[in-house]
């Protein structure tokens, strides 16, 4: 049965009454009424599409789509969003798609996306507009983002979401970005000449600038020591930046990759990174140098786009850099004459500067101009057209829109200009199409772009490392020393721990990384060569020879979309290339070294930066695969090391306070050493707290807990046994034939008696095998008989019973560790003992309990305690012997 309400002739009467909203002038009351019209219409609508009437054909009929756009334009903000709600439920219930692509065709929807509504006042008119386009763009496919998408270049919906990439909501930011990533999906081959010219080409070196800008922030806040909990929200900020550059990375659109790469090299990395790293400029941009390493050290972490990459790995880390390279990144590049820093409602009427500064541009400059209603360009149409008519006259064909035309409309513009604001523009413009890779806007050159991009350049250099011409291409494109690679290097000297922590992990993923390719690699003295085994080098190879990768690669080119998964193929050959080429170790000494004196000084630092360090000589020595070996020289230091902690542990061992839970530590460590654990590495890289200072006891509360200080004997102990784990496994990890110890099971395996499976509470059977000690124990005020059951290794205290079958048995009241104990006869009473006891746990931790134990007389209580004292030595004696033949053993294999 059909709601009477929603009946046909109260939609005819509601909708009546939404057109009378356009001739009202909107009191109060009228405003509240318009209101519930308009939300009332929509529940019209999805009571049509549960009965199956027609009222949205009576609604198309009506034109209400119409009447919205004349609603619209009245600026009501209350009835606005009630607008943008009903749209909203329309769209999202309408299932014909016949009905479906009349919404999205007709003009209103692009009115209303474009609709100059105030977004920095009103928090619940931003939360609708937000979601709104949000949706809209979830619901776009290859056919529904043509609407949005005019003969004019024009792209609302586009536009509405770059405007709000510096919105002060980060809802509203994380929205604004999730709608530009559904249009680079669903874009079109058309689409992209306009997403990347102006206005729209300029989003890409706004984002590039507020990067720059949050790092800035970061640095200033760290000089002027601001608490670290101000400096989370940036932080966040840059990690948010950062994962989405990678999103649009990964829709693997040629243009938008390369125009992002540029850009952010370009307005960035280059002149607030590489820059402030070499001796490039008098004034750094970023003067803190852990905080440059630590932004880099994100990057790589979370771009993974070569192009990208490599053109960063290429300014940073190669030992000659390209001067085109410098002059990019010594230039103070300027922000973009449209980049604000936060967001800024855009009000006022444009004027022939405005419209020259943001909408000058080859590829929709002459439908701009002709199908313009602005008043500014009247005389400028009336010149263009003359042109226009001029050259049909002539015997020149006259195309649909040819690019000397477009030519002639810019400079008609341009020259309309006063010569400090056409100056202006020219620089702007260049620096625009630079940053983008492509030319865009107003150029000098005859108009013409002259040069090539930053990503263009790295494609040169690697195409002449991959066809072994790169010292040629050094030579002839007058490539310099590189000072951020000397500073780099240098660097390593310090003594600051939190610096070389930050250095080490830098080289550590840039040498570890998939998506940097083998050749930069390779020519920045970071990837390792092996020994081969199998065939010789020959006769006259030079070491700075770098062969073909394989022959059906020598005619191609590196290009830009290379997959990960076609690098690591390219990579590995290129491995197996190099060892027939060298029949020795080649990497890099200098950078081994610093890094090996580092890890080796004593005191040597904290475990997670010893980590870090040798990890990074492990990827120095070590990567892809190869069969490798160590320099004599080299191997002797990390051996004195090895050697070291060996010497450490050992006299650790002969400490009475860590003699007792030395074997459970070392079984510890032992069953929980991982040479390479990428998820605990990864974690403390990704970590701002490897920015603030690493002993500042302030801040010591922020740190993951490997982080943190402890100097206690049983941390050191720990620190010297996990230096001896991992010099072991990386030392015979290279030199397999010179070192051949592998610790392959635990040392220190004892044979295990029947009361070491004994838990409390257990009953056991007594017989003759058992050596049962009477006494008696204090509970709550009385005394208890009990039975020490005598044991070489345990302390075991027990309560006698009988079971069914007669048997004596005992239950098992308390169990200790033998070598755990100390015994103190009672201070008043010559027939009692005090025994104490101290368990140790790995994480340095104790639990101390004492008891009285009771006997029947003086030479019971001293019997029991020398059976015990001999006990103890006996296992002391044992362990001591172990420990040391096992440890001379690893002294004896390091030699």
């Known amino acids: 049965m059909e709601n009477p309400a929603f009946s046909p002739k109260n939609l005819r009467n509601l909708i009546d009454e939404i057109e009378e909203i356009v001739h009202q002038d909107l009191t109060s009351c009228q405003v509240e009424a318009a209101i519930e019209n308009v939300r009332h219409l929509s529940e019209f609508l999805i009571y049509s599409k549960k ?3 027609t009222y949205f054909e009576f609604f198309i009929e009506k034109k209400v789509l119409d009447t919205f756009s004349n609603i619209l334009i009245k600026c009501n903000n209350d009835i606005n969003i009630q607008l943008i709600q009903t749209m909203s439920i329309l769209i999202q219930n309408i299932e014909n798609e016949q009905d479906y692509y009349y919404l999205f065709s007709h003009s209103f929807l692009n009115k209303l996306i474009s609709f100059n509504f105030d977004l920095s006042e009103n928090s619940e008119l931003v939360t609708y507009y937000i979601s709104f386009v949000k949706m809209l763009s979830n619901n776009l496919n290859d056919v529904s983002v043509q609407f949005f998408f005019n003969k004019c270049n024009d792209f609302p919906l586009y536009r509405a979401a770059i405007s709000l990439y510096n919105h002060s909501d ?3 930011r994380t929205g604004a970005r999730t ?3 559904n249009i680079y999906r669903n874009c079109q081959e058309n689409m992209l000449d306009c997403l990347l010219s102006l206005p729209y080409g300029s989003y890409f070196p706004n984002l590039a600038t507020q990067l720059m800008n949050y790092w800035k922030q970061i640095d200033c806040n760290l000089v002027e020591a601001v608490d670290f909990n101000s400096l989370k929200d940036e932080l966040e900020d840059i990690n948010d930046l950062l994962m989405y550059f990678q999103d649009i990375f990964e829709e693997k659109i040629p243009q938008i990759t390369k125009a992002l790469a540029n850009s952010l090299l370009y307005y960035a990395y280059f002149p607030g990174l590489v820059g402030s790293i070499g001796d490039y400029k008098k004034e750094p941009e970023i003067k803190l140098y852990p905080a440059i390493i630590f932004f880099l050290n994100q990057t790589y972490n979370y771009i993974k786009e070569p192009l990208f990459i490599n053109s960063l790995s290429l300014a940073i880390f190669l030992p000659n850099i390209s001067e085109q390279f410098v002059k990019i990144i010594s230039r ?34 002459i439908e701009r101009i002709i199908n313009s209603k602005d008043g500014f360009l009247d005389e400028i149409i009336n ?8 050259k049909r006259r002539s015997d020149e064909p006259i195309l649909e829109d040819p690019i000397s035309l477009k030519k002639i409309a ?3 513009v341009v020259e309309a200009l006063p010569d400090t604001q056409r100056t202006r523009i020219i620089k702007y413009h260049t620096q625009l199409s630079i940053a983008l890779g492509r030319p865009t806007g107003f150029l000098e050159k005859d108009h013409c772009f002259g040069y090539i991009s930053i990503t263009d350049i790295t494609s040169e250099i690697i195409n002449s490392m991959y066809r072994n011409r790169y010292r040629d291409y050094v030579i002839k494109n007058k490539h310099i020393g590189n000072e951020s690679c000397k500073d780099l290097i240098k660097a390593l000297l310090s003594k600051d721990e939190s610096l070389v922590l930050l250095l080490n992990s830098l080289f550590y993923t840039y040498i570890a990384s998939d998506t940097v390719h083998p050749c930069i690699l390779y020519h920045s003295r970071l990837y390792p060569i092996g020994k081969n085994s199998v065939k010789k080098a020959p006769a006259k190879a030079g070491e700075d020879h770098v062969p073909f990768l394989i022959d059906q690669h020598k005619k191609s080119k590196c290009s830009d979309q290379t997959t990960v998964e076609k690098l690591k193929k390219k990579a590995i050959k290129f491995n197996q290339n190099l060892l027939k080429v060298y029949n020795k170790p080649k990497y890099d000494k200098g950078i081994l070294k610093n890094i090996l004196n580092l890890c080796c000084s004593d005191p040597p630092f904290r475990q997670i930066t010893f980590k870090f360090q040798i990890m990074v000589c492990y990827y120095l ?3 892809q695969g190869l069969s490798t070996c160590l320099y004599q020289e080299e191997f002797d230091i990390l051996a004195n090391a090895y050697k070291a902690s060996i010497r450490a542990i050992t006299s650790f061992s002969k400490d009475f306070e860590i003699y007792q839970p030395f074997l459970d530590i070392f079984k510890h460590e032992y069953d929980n050493f991982i040479f390479n654990d990428e998820d605990e590495i990864r974690k403390i890289i990704k970590s701002p707290c490897m920015l603030v200072p690493m002993y500042d006891i302030k801040n010591q509360t922020h740190f993951p807990e490997i982080l943190k200080t402890d100097d206690t004997k049983i941390q050191q102990l720990q620190n010297q046994i996990r230096r001896f784990l991992t010099l072991g496994y990386f030392l015979n990890k290279l030199n397999p034939h010179q070192f051949r110890l592998s610790l392959k099971e635990y040392p220190f395996n004892f044979e295990e008696r029947d009361t070491s499976s004994w838990k409390i509470g257990q009953t056991i059977v007594i017989n003759e095998n058992y050596s049962l000690v009477m006494c008696n124990i204090q509970e709550d005020g009385i005394f208890n008989p009990r039975y020490i059951i005598l044991d070489p290794e345990f302390f075991i205290l027990a309560e006698q019973t009988i079971d069914k079958r007669g048997r004596i048995t005992a239950k098992i009241c308390l169990k200790y560790v033998l070598k755990d104990l100390q015994i103190n006869e009672h201070p008043s009473n010559s ?11 790995y994480n340095s931790k104790c639990k101390h309990t004492s008891l009285y134990l009771y006997f029947k007389s003086k030479s019971n209580t001293t019997a029991f305690k020398d059976v015990i004292d001999s006990y103890q030595k006996q296992q002391r004696d044992f362990i001591d012997i172990q420990v040391s033949s096992f440890f001379e053993y690893c002294l004896s294999a390091a030699e």
């Open 179 to 181: 709608i530009t990533l």
């Open 410 to 412: 810019i400079g008609l």
């Open 332 to 365: 103070n590049a300027k922000p973009p004459l449209s980049y604000r820093d936060t967001y800024v409602r855009k009000v006022g009427s444009m004027n022939l500067y405005h419209y020259a500064e943001e909408n000058l541009s080859v590829v929709s400059l």
């Open 831 to 841: 027939a009692a003992l005090q025994i104490g006891v101290t368990e140790y746990t």
């Open 621 to 623: 020595t070590y990567h």
């Open 383 to 390: 010149e263009y057209n003359k042109i226009r008519k001029e």
């Open 51 to 53: 009965k199956q009437l």
């Open 170 to 172: 980060p809802l509203v």
